[in-house]
């Protein structure tokens, strides 16, 4: 690769039209953090920025198929794994990525597409769980999302969330930055093997915001393409998402956007607040 490529990140996940989250914002993240960014389709779905209407996906073997022509063409240097509709699909897509074990991997599952449209089925979150949380780098989840991968045929008694992400580390999961949203803040925590290494907590914004784990998982994704280590490609991968949220827009009549660009503004510009406060995310307790 020529020294003045900058780092190639390849995405795995749905397209949604509206640009607030999926591939389309996975490629504007990692624009705007200097990375080039290629993506394999594993859906699309049918939206705008209120509602979803149908959600499709693709054939496994597109998907595996696109995936090695980009792999062999080009050196990428972190993938990300974002929403995938069946289980097939994460098999594949898992089966890809096993053979590249020494790039960096996150893993930022979707289960729901607003309320109406449930994406995991018990099969599709079986498959995460056995196939691809194994090989991660870093899973960004919340609460529900890794009680679902610790426990996913829904049989047992569901688990706490410490044995939860405990289950996962020792699976394989490397490392897992939980994110919890309470009343009037958010707070992400990141844990390992050796416990829990960071937390970091903001005041939530006021309105609704499309994409805020795609665009937190592609940012991280991102920052170890260029080298950083994990725990401090989190706290700048925060510190990202709050400035794009905190200047969130409302392109149509649905849900605020993340302002991916955010830093691209003239500094005569007012940033329009979607709600929070101008301060960055509180500091790290280890």
Known sequence: MASD????????GLSDPTGGG???ADLMTLASMGCHGVSVLTGYTVRDSASCDEVTGLDPEVVATQARMLLEDMPIAAFKVGAATRAEVVSAIAEVVADYDDIPLILAPDFTLDDEHVLA??????????????QTTLLVADTAALLALAQPDGDAEAPTLDAAISHLLSQGCEY???TETGTHRLVNTLFSEDGQLRQDMWDRTQQRIMGVTDTLGAAIAALLANGQEPAEAVREAQEYLFQATQAAFRPGM?????DRFFWARSSDDE???????????GEARH
């Open 5 to 12: 490529t900058p780092p190639i990140v390849l995405t795995f």
């Open 22 to 24: 999926g591939l389309q």
């Open 121 to 134: 089925a018990d099969e599709l979150r079986e498959a995460i769980a056995d196939l691809l949380a194994p």
């Open 176 to 178: 897992i930055l939980s």
């Open 254 to 258: 649905g849900a605020y956007l993340p």
């Open 271 to 281: 940033v329009p607040l979607a709600g929070g406060t101008d301060a960055s995310p």
